[in-house]
């Protein structure tokens, strides 16, 4: 394969750079002098390879001024005085001379760029790539001209240089990142819905018999032989810690209403002890979803977290519980123990809510064993957590004690944990989103018709995602189309189907940090991430402001070309 000379591929991308991004072709120097060349090959005792030279006679670098013509990620192309200043820099700072540098590197440091390597040798011409923290890589070009056709090659055809996708915006150069979703996901809460809720605890392991146990007789003695047997002694293990869960209250509900404020799957509803408890939602059956008990204490309904994300302690869980009625939620994590209130709706005050924290005692390891020995890192929270409850039962009537709850078996579910809670103060937008000036969109485009190009371009991010297959999300997409109200309450089927995307993306998440065994991929993880934040961005549409929504919304599209199907869309608009 014939590659082109330099001046081919700068000609080609001078031209394309004039035609579609002016501004960044403007911040192109002019050529190098030979005098100056040959004064920077005196100055580093290094003679250039002739395309680095060649290069340099088109154009003396560029400019590092916003806009200006960069290599991905790797910064603008270096000039003679940026190559004869960063080369200098790199030796000073005690830097194994590698070669000579191409561009002003990531974030503008010398050592995290391209480079073409000076040394006698069998690379010797080679254009390569550099970081602080990894060894020097050759895995992409032979040639300075190879790097220059593959940029002429990604900015006529639009194709993928270094892993991201040239963009022309308002006259400059940008790139962006280069991005897929599969059509089809593993769901981890499908694989689940297959396995069976472990029953009963695993059976104990048989211990051997030894000749010498009681009750087994003898083995006959053999003349001449002797037998030695070695028992084995420990001291008896300390009995667990008591349990101390979050558990929330909410005053004159029922057990299954509290259950189905906080999300319970209908499903999975069945009486469990907290073991049964703890066995189920460790279990691969449980997906990685949390799951509470539900019971009564002195006319209030209650609910114990019993394994998965902690819940109760967020706002919108305890605007949820408290609707209409009055809430107490107690939280313990390690050294922190909080006691929050909120009544109809409202969570009370910061400085209303009663929190003790807990200096690590003594010198114990911790981890996954500490309780099971008996170890309490954390006495002060334990005390305080029980301090909390006789608060609540003196305060409030609130009879509530761990232990003898513990083995009793209460009505108990799965949560499809509710959505979080969107910004309702502080709305603001960032004025720059993927090189596009949205603060400047948003001035001059009248509000009606910045929406339904925005309502197009959600549409687009739905279809490139795969969102749309959702019967809940095209039935939305079609009443925003024509105008029509979208109904997107916590119980309502569209966020229910957002709920569940989250938990999707959430257990693929898990299933891929702690299970190799899992029938998850990063690819599947990829799918359900690109679902769950375009659902997040329809929901932004629905209650959030435009610019705000339109960040989001914009920053979430895959494909390279948005900014030109959303100048499509404004015209259309």
């Given at each position: 394969m014939n590659?082109?000379?330099?001046?081919?591929s700068?000609?080609?991308?001078?031209?394309?750079l004039?035609r579609?991004?002016?501004?960044?072709?403007a911040?192109?120097?002019?050529?190098?002098?030979?005098a100056?060349?040959?004064?920077?090959?005196?100055a580093?005792?290094?003679?250039?390879?002739?395309?680095?030279?060649?290069?340099?006679?088109?154009?003396?670098?560029?400019?590092p001024?916003?806009?200006?013509?960069?290599?991905?990620f790797?910064?603008?192309?270096?000039?003679?005085?940026d190559?004869?200043?960063?080369?200098?820099?790199?030796?000073?700072?005690?830097?194994e001379?590698?070669g000579?540098?191409?561009?002003?590197?990531?974030?503008?440091?010398?050592?995290?760029?391209?480079?073409?390597?000076?040394?006698p040798?069998?690379?010797?011409?080679?254009?390569?790539?550099?970081f602080d923290?990894?060894?020097?890589?050759?895995?992409?070009?032979?040639?300075?001209?190879?790097v220059?056709?593959?940029?002429?090659?990604?900015l006529?055809?639009?194709?993928p240089?270094?892993?991201r996708?040239?963009?022309?915006v308002a006259?400059?150069?940008?790139?962006?990142?280069?991005?897929?979703?599969?059509a089809?996901?593993?769901?981890?809460?499908?694989?689940?819905?297959?396995?069976?809720?472990?029953?009963?605890d695993?059976?104990?392991l048989?211990?051997?018999?030894?000749?010498?146990?009681?009750?087994s007789?003898?083995?006959?003695?053999?003349?001449?032989?002797?037998?030695?047997?070695?028992?084995r002694t420990?001291?008896?293990?300390p009995?667990?810690?008591?349990?101390?869960?979050d558990?929330?209250f909410?005053?004159g509900?029922?057990?299954?209403?509290?259950?189905?404020?906080?999300g319970?799957?209908?499903?999975?509803v069945?009486?469990?002890?907290?073991?049964?408890?703890?066995?189920?939602?460790?279990s691969?059956?449980?997906?990685?979803?949390?799951l509470?008990?539900?019971?009564e204490?002195?006319?209030?309904?209650?609910?114990?977290?019993e394994?998965?994300?902690?819940?109760?302690?967020?706002?919108?869980?305890l605007?949820?519980?408290?609707a209409?009625?009055?809430?107490?939620?107690?939280?313990?994590?390690?050294?922190?123990?909080?006691?929050?209130?909120a009544?109809?709706?409202?969570?009370?005050?910061?400085?209303?809510t009663?929190?003790v924290?807990s200096?690590?005692?003594?010198?114990?390891?911790?981890?996954?064993?500490?309780?099971?020995?008996?170890?309490?890192?954390?006495?002060?929270?334990?005390?305080?957590?029980?301090?909390?409850?006789?608060?609540?039962?003196?305060?409030?009537?609130?009879a509530?004690d761990?232990?003898?709850?513990?083995?009793?078996e209460?009505?108990?579910a799965?949560?499809?944990?509710?959505?979080d809670?969107?910004?309702?103060?502080d709305?603001?937008?960032?004025s720059?989103?993927?090189?596009?000036?949205?603060a400047g969109?948003?001035?001059?485009?009248?509000?009606?018709?910045?929406?339904?190009?925005?309502?197009?371009q959600?549409?687009?991010?739905?279809?490139e995602?795969?969102?749309?297959?959702y019967?809940?999300?095209?039935?939305a997409?079609d009443?925003i189309?024509r105008?029509l109200?979208?109904?997107?309450?916590?119980?309502?089927?569209?966020?229910?189907?957002?709920?569940?995307?989250?938990?999707?993306?959430?257990a693929?998440?898990?299933?891929?940090?702690?299970?190799?065994?899992?029938?998850?991929?990063?690819?599947?993880?990829?799918?359900?991430?690109?679902?769950?934040r375009a659902?997040?961005?329809?929901?932004?549409?629905l209650?959030?402001p435009?610019?705000?929504?339109?960040?989001?919304i914009l920053?979430?599209r895959?494909?390279p070309h948005?900014?030109?199907?959303?100048?499509?869309?404004l015209?259309?608009?």
């Amino acid at each position: 394969m014939n590659i082109p000379a330099v001046e081919e591929s700068w000609a080609r991308v001078d031209a394309w750079l004039a035609r579609h991004a002016p501004l960044s072709h403007a911040m192109l120097r002019p050529p190098a002098s030979p005098a100056g060349i040959a004064d920077a090959e005196r100055a580093l005792g290094v003679p250039f390879h002739p395309d680095l030279v060649a290069s340099l006679r088109c154009h003396d670098g560029a400019e590092p001024d916003d806009g200006t013509v960069q290599l991905s990620f790797y910064g603008p192309l270096c000039g003679v005085a940026d190559i004869v200043r960063n080369t200098t820099l790199l030796r000073s700072l005690g830097v194994e001379e590698a070669g000579l540098p191409l561009t002003l590197g990531i974030g503008r440091r010398a050592s995290d760029g391209l480079f073409l390597a000076s040394r006698p040798g069998p690379r010797h011409g080679y254009a390569g790539r550099r970081f602080d923290e990894d060894m020097t890589s050759f895995a992409h070009w032979p040639s300075l001209r190879h790097v220059l056709a593959d940029l002429a090659d990604a900015l006529e055809g639009g194709r993928p240089f270094l892993g991201r996708i040239p963009v022309a915006v308002a006259g400059k150069l940008g790139w962006d990142g280069q991005r897929t979703v599969p059509a089809e996901a593993v769901s981890p809460l499908a694989w689940a819905a297959a396995l069976a809720e472990p029953e009963s605890d695993p059976p104990a392991l048989q211990r051997p018999v030894f000749p010498n146990d009681a009750g087994s007789p003898p083995p006959p003695r053999q003349e001449g032989t002797q037998r030695l047997f070695f028992v084995r002694t420990h001291r008896p293990r300390p009995a667990p810690l008591p349990d101390q869960p979050d558990v929330a209250f909410a005053a004159g509900l029922t057990p299954a209403e509290m259950l189905r404020r906080l999300g319970g799957i209908p499903a999975t509803v069945r009486p469990r002890d907290r073991r049964q408890a703890h066995r189920a939602v460790k279990s691969a059956w449980a997906a990685h979803r949390p799951l509470v008990r539900a019971g009564e204490a002195g006319g209030w309904a209650y609910a114990t977290l019993e394994g998965g994300a902690a819940q109760f302690a967020r706002p919108e869980v305890l605007r949820a519980l408290s609707a209409g009625t009055r809430a107490a939620v107690l939280t313990r994590h390690g050294p922190q123990v909080v006691l929050t209130f909120a009544e109809d709706g409202v969570p009370c005050p910061q400085e209303d809510t009663r929190r003790v924290m807990s200096p690590r005692e003594g010198n114990h390891a911790g981890g996954p064993d500490a309780r099971r020995l008996g170890v309490d890192l954390w006495p002060g929270s334990t005390a305080a957590y029980t301090r909390f409850l006789a608060v609540l039962r003196q305060d409030f009537g609130i009879a509530y004690d761990p232990d003898e709850e513990g083995p009793a078996e209460l009505t108990s579910a799965l949560l499809l944990p509710l959505l979080d809670d969107l910004p309702t103060e502080d709305c603001g937008f960032p004025s720059q989103v993927r090189h596009l000036d949205l603060a400047g969109l948003v001035e001059r485009t009248p509000p009606q018709r910045l929406r339904a190009a925005l309502a197009a371009q959600l549409s687009r991010l739905a279809s490139e995602t795969h969102l749309d297959t959702y019967p809940e999300v095209s039935e939305a997409l079609d009443r925003i189309r024509r105008g029509l109200p979208v109904a997107c309450d916590q119980d309502d089927p569209l966020a229910s189907r957002m709920r569940t995307l989250a938990v999707e993306a959430h257990a693929t998440r898990q299933l891929l940090r702690d299970d190799d065994t899992a029938p998850v991929s990063h690819e599947d993880l990829t799918a359900w991430d690109a679902r769950a934040r375009a659902a997040h961005a329809l929901r932004e549409f629905l209650h959030l402001p435009l610019p705000a929504a339109a960040a989001t919304i914009l920053d979430q599209r895959i494909s390279p070309h948005w900014h030109e199907e959303l100048a499509t869309d404004l015209e259309s608009a």
